[in-house]
């Protein structure tokens, strides 16, 4: 149990459907991220929050589209997906600043499996 | 942000230390070294960080000799159950958030 929740676990949609995932962080950080990771490829980073403001957009399709309503709650909307969409997506937060040690560490949820069909 | 090389797979047996080697030559004075663990289909755990000389908690070893151009994570006698990815991530973490870029990793793969 890392303190961050993702939800659902696995997810099956067509190419024109609308849904979302969901990530929930109980540790009281202040960053937020989403990250893909697709069969034998490096974890890609997609999306950063940080104070609910999003500061990375690492060239994502639009299709993607986050929220970040609170410090505490982080959505992925999806929309008109392609196959080569499906992956596994990882939420992940971190705490702002510096603490003592371990610094700037990412805990992470355990993953939406998403497929499209 | 720095770049980093290790190497795409390893093989070790149980009870045998394994030791995974990262370049990283390009390393800023503010940067720090940190080491993720990945199973499959689930997301990097944290294991170890470091900025210089040695760093050790009870999962693991982190090396860094005084030019900072590599370091070393140290698995002490490895069980089945450390097979997994091993990521090295070096970057500045004093902003506002992570901005770190996750490679390849290092699979390592323990046998019996």
């Known amino acids: 149990e890392t303190g961050v929740t993702q939800t659902p676990r696995h997810l099956v949609m067509g190419m024109t459907n609308k849904k979302s995932l969901k990530c929930e962080q109980h540790l009281g950080h202040n960053a937020m991220y989403w990250y893909k990771q697709s069969a034998k490829k490096p974890l890609e980073l997609m999306f950063v929050y940080s104070l609910e403001e999003r500061v990375e957009n690492n060239s994502v399709p639009s299709r993607f589209s986050p929220e970040c309503p609170n410090s505490s709650h982080l959505f992925l909307h999806l929309h008109t997906l392609q196959p080569e969409d499906s992956a596994l997506y990882l939420c992940?937060?971190?705490?702002?600043?510096?603490?003592?040690?371990?610094?700037?560490?990412?805990?992470f949820g355990e993953g939406s499996r998403l497929t499209v069909l | 942000l720095a770049k980093t090389t290790q190497p795409i797979s390893m093989d070790s047996y149980e009870g045998q230390e394994v030791n995974i080697t990262c370049s990283h030559n390009n390393i800023a004075t503010n940067d720090y070294i940190t080491w993720y663990q990945q199973f499959p289909s689930q997301g990097p755990r944290f294991i170890i960080q470091?900025?210089?000389t040695k760093v050790t908690n009870e999962v693991a070893s982190l090396f860094i000799p005084a030019d900072r151009k590599s370091s070393t994570l140290s698995l002490p006698r490895v069980s089945l159950s450390d097979t997994a990815v091993y990521y090295c991530?070096?970057?500045?973490?004093?902003?506002?958030?992570?901005?770190?870029?996750f490679g390849a990793g290092t699979r390592l793969a323990v046998h019996p």
């Open positions: 992940a937060s971190s705490q702002g600043r510096m603490a003592q040690t371990r610094t700037g560490e990412l805990f």
């Open positions: 991530l070096v970057g500045d973490l004093s902003g506002g958030y992570n901005k770190l870029i």
């Open positions: 470091g900025y210089k």
